[in-house]
């Protein structure tokens, strides 16, 4: 007897929730929580004992040439390129919907949790970002780098591993292909429509109804994103890096100074939000929306998995694009991959939560949700439109519109590169073309379960990176160590720049050629 397509997505549903939920909760929040602590140790503490270093190198470094200035070099892009690349996919959705969803279902609590995760994440992130600079190559003349590399040669070349390092490098890459075609792409563009057709009507448009749930207003806006999305991916990682560092900061600018006019007219409920933060935090008492009695474990679950899946710390993700910068210490782009996730959720991840918990769209006694209880963007738009009118809703809408957008770009790179892996540059090319095309089916998605198996294979992708990263820890410390004594401590000491000899001899060459020419 034949199963109905309705019984098939409800066992499909059934089996990738069961997946899911041992992938995000049972075993990988152990996972990234404990590399997170792993790397914070190990480090001695780096993201807070070096804090004045790591900003000095990243935020306070913006200026320079060395930093913000364009290569010659087609294999590489700035580090400054590479920063917004790489916050181009992790500033997303997740930032408005995810915290909205974090606090609806988890409570104010969650955030506290959420910071934790980020404190230790920014470690979790520098030491991805260090493997993948140690152990890149030059591929058809263009850096690569990525989980799949330090899974190959890091892990592989430890006594016994061989083998197993190829199979985790061949299921990470796996596995980041399909994240990407949905989280990555289709589950984007769908809450770009989503969003803009409740923002900017247009009933002639939307009236027009093809099939159930989708009108032609849905197909033109994603045509119109299919076109912009094919000039800017097809043209590669430096056509994908120059929109980035345009778009990127302006947007995270501007949603910044909206959220503290928000926060500054409601100034006097920051005290409250606070406390309701650290009140439930330890508790998970309180009702909130339409959870009841929260329990301790809901609230750091949803705190731990929101922030993760805002930074993106653990996943191994931004790495690929990180490991394209032309710097040469691996320590200095590992700063900017803990800039990265102290940017996205200590910054834009708690002006989301004060917008929402100082504006008066929760009520912060009793828990109730007064603008919706989905934990989609509506909380946030609510809270806009409250301080700005119609014109606060429509700004949010354009908000998710760059944010998404400039997701899918960041994801089509890590994409790409994991399929240059398998398959090499034609595979790579056909990947494009198969990525863009797949931008009509998010407008086209009248179903969640999409995003739901992206979700799955997104969880599935730190399985093998993490295990990569705690396998190399001692590796990490060893360069970090370096790092430290070289530039801190002025110890007279061979660099540790990269796993290949022949690597390693140029860029040690060139480091050396460049504190020459700072000398004069």
């Avoid at 990988?28 to 790397?39: D, E, H, R, W, Y």
């Avoid at 609230?299 to 993700?317: D, M, P, Y």
Wanted: charge should be positive; hydrophobic fraction near 50%.
């Amino acid at each position: 007897m034949f199963l109905t397509a309705s019984a098939f997505l409800d066992g499909l549903t059934a089996v990738n929730d069961k997946i899911n939920t041992f992938v995000w909760v049972t075993l990988g929040l152990v996972l990234l929580i404990g590399t997170g602590v792993l790397m914070t140790c190990l480090t001695k503490f780096f993201q807070v004992s070096h804090v004045g270093h790591w900003w000095k190198q990243t935020i306070g470094s913006l200026f320079t040439k060395r930093v913000s200035g364009h290569t010659k070099d087609k294999a590489s892009i700035s580090q400054f390129q590479a920063l917004c690349t790489a916050l181009a996919a992790t500033v997303g959705v997740g930032n408005i919907a995810g915290v909205a969803a974090a606090i609806v279902s988890g409570g104010p609590g969650a955030i506290f949790w959420m910071w934790a995760a980020a404190f230790f994440g920014m470690m979790t992130n520098y030491s991805e970002n260090v493997l993948g600079i140690f152990y890149r190559r030059k591929v058809d003349g263009e850096w690569a780098g990525g989980a799949m590399y330090y899974l190959k040669d890091g892990l592989g070349a430890k006594k016994g591993c061989k083998w197993i390092g190829k199979v985790l490098a061949v299921l990470f890459a796996c596995f980041a292909i399909l994240a990407s075609f949905g989280i990555g792409n289709m589950g984007q563009v769908n809450k770009i429509v989503a969003n803009f057709e409740s923002a900017f009507k247009i009933p002639a448009l939307s009236n027009i109804v093809l099939y159930e749930g989708v009108s032609l207003y849905a197909v033109i806006i994603g045509v119109v994103l299919l076109i912009l999305a094919a000039l800017i991916i097809i043209g590669g990682l430096q056509r994908i890096a120059n929109v980035a560092e345009k778009i990127v900061p302006a947007m995270i600018v501007l949603f910044i100074l909206g959220s503290l006019v928000i926060v500054g007219i409601h100034f006097d409920q920051v005290g409250a939000a606070f406390g309701a933060i650290f009140n439930s935090a330890f508790t998970g008492k309180a009702a909130w929306g339409g959870a009841v009695g929260i329990t301790l474990k809901q609230v750091i679950t949803w705190g731990f998995k929101r922030g993760v899946f805002s930074n993106e710390a653990g996943l191994g993700s931004s790495v690929m694009v990180h490991s394209s910068s032309n710097v040469r210490e691996p320590v200095r782009q590992g700063m900017w991959g803990i800039f990265e996730v102290f940017a996205d959720t200590m910054v834009i991840c708690t002006l989301t939560a004060m917008v929402i918990l100082t504006s008066g769209v929760v009520d912060l006694t009793t828990g109730n949700i007064v603008a919706g209880t989905d934990g989609d963007a509506t909380l946030v738009a609510a809270a806009f439109r409250d301080a700005f009118g119609p014109v606060g809703e429509m700004f949010i809408a354009v908000a998710i519109l760059l944010f998404a957008f400039t997701t899918v770009l960041g994801w089509s790179q890590y994409g790409s590169k994991a399929v240059e892996y398998l398959g090499g540059k034609r595979a790579k090319q056909i990947y494009k073309v198969v990525f863009v095309l797949l931008i009509m089916s998010g407008a086209l998605l009248t179903s969640s379960l999409a995003w739901d198996i992206s979700d799955t294979f997104n969880g599935l992708m730190m399985v093998p990176n993490l295990i990569g990263v705690i396998v190399l820890s001692g590796q990490v410390q060893k360069i970090t160590k370096n790092y430290v004594d070289r530039n801190l401590k002025h110890k007279n000491v061979e660099p540790m720049l990269s796993y290949d000899p022949r690597i390693q001899k140029q860029m040690a060459d060139d480091l050396a050629a460049d504190k020459a020419t700072v000398a004069k």
